[in-house]
């Protein structure tokens, strides 16, 4: 009963940070002529209940594309359409067909903030919780509550979701598919993770991992018996569930490929409007990427080199299939996406995010620096929409949370960090380790001192005329070079790992 008394208090101070973040304001706010993120999820509620399905995606007088047309796969349509269902029962006006754009009051605020609310209390919430109750290290009371905590106060996720305005639901459904796949459940893990990638198309960072894993099961079972049959069953669920999830548009070829399109804007170039923190945007600031190197190729170079960034870890866990493994290459392959890939938007950290928050019980000090690091990363678009003081709330009080419950400044040693084996390998260079903890501590503290100082530059300095993106340029640029290194180090991980630990619990 203790344990369980633990977790209600941390969900119920996990809700009301959340609940916290969200009184305040909102992407786009009171921002003619597009407003925000805020107006696209109200107006996707506003077409799907007011048009025919069959006209969600195309452009028509009733649905202009430019103006925040769906280009989500059809989950987040059904989502929007059940949204809009209950906003109409409540107030008609807000979802009235073209007069309802860039409407604005405190009682649609808290309805659109109730609808986030209630997805992350439905589907994220309690896969956090059963994940964290289903680990090994949870057999004493406070380790689960500790490990749920600080996943649940990543500040991130929170700023995102109730403060810029997003549904936590396709990451809440990939947590799930991961505690099935936990306790060996890999049809019903497929089944959740086909409903991750048909929610946000973004989902697949995570799939090569998923396939990879599963593949390696069906390989290790062996093709010609057991393998095979897990094989099939595993092909049909996913052919079954993607046929559930588009069967409104399966009756028309030009509607699937109207979708497609949409999910897949390949024309608009390699990089976006707004500075990520990839390598892309990086490089950009000394070599005009779209200015040398054509679309096409630019589509190619990116895809070839995401490719090669996540083949080590992919190669790895389809030969040595474990949940270990499938954890950490989640992480990287994750992570290479987000470096390399195509029109990276950079909301989509998150998506490395959490699967870092998934292995914080392992290496703690490791796994906190990612997310202090991602969370500043979001930092310009933040401070765009007027998220800076729970950005400076929020973070420090995850920091504070993670070195009281993890003792991370304490957890730097190879052994820590998942080391060992890599240290061993280097033969003559393993007497550099002794002084490797002291070096990492360092280092960790320079990187909050830089965070903290582009941080207050960017909220309080102007900067110069000449040099307009100057604060963004440099958020992004230094959160790059620590996401490479990150990259660097989850590979070698991965790659020296020998912890097989088989398939029979979370590790």
């Not at 390696?216 to 069953?233: D, I, R, S, Y």
């Not at 096409?296 to 080199?305: D, G, I, N, P």
């Not at 390399?340 to 796994?367: D, G, R, T, W, Y």
């Amino acid at each position: 009963m203790e344990k369980w008394s633990l977790m209600t208090i941390t969900v119920l101070l996990a809700l009301t940070v959340r609940w916290a973040v969200s009184l305040g304001s909102y992407s786009g706010a009171g921002k003619p002529p597009m407003y925000g993120d805020y107006e696209a999820q109200r107006h996707w509620q506003e077409i799907t209940y007011n048009l025919p399905i069959r006209q969600w995606y195309f452009n028509t007088s009733d649905n202009n594309l430019l103006y925040w047309g769906l280009d989500y796969p059809p989950l987040t349509a059904y989502h929007s359409f059940v949204c809009a269902y209950i906003a109409k029962l409540i107030n008609p006006d807000w979802v009235a067909l073209h007069t309802s754009r860039g409407y604005e009051s405190q009682p649609h605020k808290l309805f659109m903030r109730t609808t986030v609310f209630v997805a992350d209390l439905l589907v994220y919430i309690p896969a956090v919780i059963l994940y964290c109750f289903s680990l090994k290290e949870t057999s004493a009371k406070k380790k689960a509550s500790t490990c749920a905590l600080c996943i649940l106060l990543y500040p991130g996720l929170i700023l995102i979701d109730h403060g810029h305005f997003q549904y936590p639901l396709s990451l809440g459904l990939a947590l799930w598919a991961v505690l099935c796949l936990s306790h060996d459940w890999d049809l019903l893990g497929s089944v959740a993770f086909c409903l991750a990638l048909n929610y946000k198309q973004m989902e697949l960072y995570h799939s090569l991992p998923f396939f990879c894993y599963l593949l390696g099961k069906c390989f290790k079972k062996g093709l010609k018996g057991k393998g095979l049959v897990l094989l099939a069953k595993l092909a049909g669920t996913v052919l079954l569930s993607f046929a559930a999830c588009w069967l409104p548009f399966g009756t028309d070829m030009e509607q699937i490929m109207q979708v497609l399109r949409r999910l897949f804007p390949i024309d608009r170039g390699l990089l976006p409007q707004d500075k990520v923190a990839n390598i892309w945007c990086s490089v950009s600031v000394l070599i005009k990427i779209k200015n040398v190197i054509s679309p096409r190729t630019q589509l190619k170079l990116s895809f070839a080199v995401t490719f090669l960034s996540l083949l080590p870890a992919c190669i790895k866990l389809t030969v040595q299939p474990s949940l270990r493994g499938f954890k950490f290459a989640l992480v990287s392959c994750a992570l290479s996406f987000f470096l390399f890939s195509f029109q990276v938007h950079e909301k989509s950290i998150l998506l490395v995010s959490i699967p870092v928050c998934l292995i914080i019980n392992e290496i703690p000090f490791m796994a906190a620096w990612f997310l202090l690091v991602s969370t500043f990363s979001l930092l310009p678009l933040l401070l765009k929409d007027g998220l800076l003081l729970a950005y400076a709330a929020t973070t420090p009080a995850f920091l504070a949370v993670c070195l009281a419950s993890f003792s991370i400044l304490e957890k730097t040693s190879a052994e820590d960090l998942q080391l060992k084996a890599f240290s061993l390998s280097l033969k003559g260079y393993v007497s550099w380790f002794k002084s490797f903890p002291r070096i990492v501590r360092s280092l960790f503290l320079v990187s909050l001192s830089l965070m903290g100082v582009l941080s207050v530059l960017s909220a309080a300095v102007p900067p110069p005329q000449s040099l307009p993106d100057l604060f963004p340029v440099a958020v992004a640029v230094v959160s790059c070079l620590h996401f490479l290194l990150f990259l660097v180090y989850f590979n070698v991980v991965i790659l020296w790992d020998s912890k097989n630990r088989g398939q029979k619990k979370m590790s």
